[in-house]
């Protein structure tokens, strides 16, 4: 539960870019572009986050599963949005970590299928033996 919660803030922070992104940005606006160019980073920046936190009331293996999806979904959008503000040297040490941290939820997405397989497993074999009683 604790490594959903940190990917659930994890995804956060990847908006929180964004917001900050926007917010320097926004500060010397010039013309009517860069203003609409900072407008779509800051509804931009509040998205992963509002998908993200639901996560954290879901069972960890389903959340993994779901943080899984999220975190590649928000390397594509600051792939498209790389020419926007964010340094290079960001969307270059989003690979590797994106990369760690989706194979990390999977991790403990089979882990927890694998925990629930052998619970249901156990609750099978008492039944049986007490039906066979």
């Avoid at 999806?69 to 340094?87: E, I, Q, S, V």
Wanted: glycine share 6%.
């Amino acid at each position: 539960m604790i490594q959903v919660c940190y990917g659930v803030t994890i995804v956060s922070f990847l908006g929180a870019v964004h917001w900050g992104v926007a917010m320097s940005s926004s500060l010397g606006m010039a013309s009517a572009q860069a203003a609409q160019m900072a407008n779509e980073a800051f509804i931009y920046s509040v998205l992963p986050s509002l998908a993200a936190w639901p996560v954290a009331l879901m069972e960890p293996g389903a959340g993994s599963m779901v943080l899984a999806m999220l975190l590649p979904a928000c390397y594509l959008a600051d792939f498209a949005r790389r020419n926007k503000g964010l340094p290079q040297w960001y969307m270059a040490l989003r690979v590797p970590l994106t990369l760690a941290a989706t194979f990390g939820m999977l991790l403990t997405a089979t882990r927890q299928v694998h925990l629930e397989f052998d619970r249901a497993q156990q609750i099978s074999s008492r039944a049986a033996a007490e039906a066979s009683k």
